[in-house]
């Protein structure tokens, strides 16, 4: 499960909220909720921004989340993950 999906699971729990209720609030089916949240699907940045408004979240917390999830897909099991992380930190 990713990081995402396991907080926006969390957020939607928390607040008493149905996932039909929420994938149609998003435009997507509750299938694709239940994939996103168990991180077998990727959301798309406008959904966290909506996901953030519908669970009243911290969007900054969710997009750095979303991101992070997408950097570690990108990179996961690439022996030079590590330097080109290093080499990224050192531009910003």
Do not use: C
Request: proline residues 2%; without cysteine; charged residues 35%.
């Amino acid at each position: 499960m990713s990081s995402f999906g396991e907080r926006v699971k969390q957020l939607r729990e928390q607040k008493n909220l149905l996932q039909r209720h929420v994938a149609g609030q998003l435009d997507i089916d509750t299938p694709m909720l239940s994939k996103i949240e168990r991180g077998e699907r990727k959301a798309k940045r406008e959904q966290v921004l909506l996901m953030a408004k519908i669970y009243e979240a911290d969007k900054d917390e969710l997009l750095t989340l979303w991101l992070s999830d997408r950097i570690n897909e990108t990179i996961n099991n690439e022996p030079l993950a590590g330097d080109a992380l290093k080499l990224e930190k050192k531009k910003f």
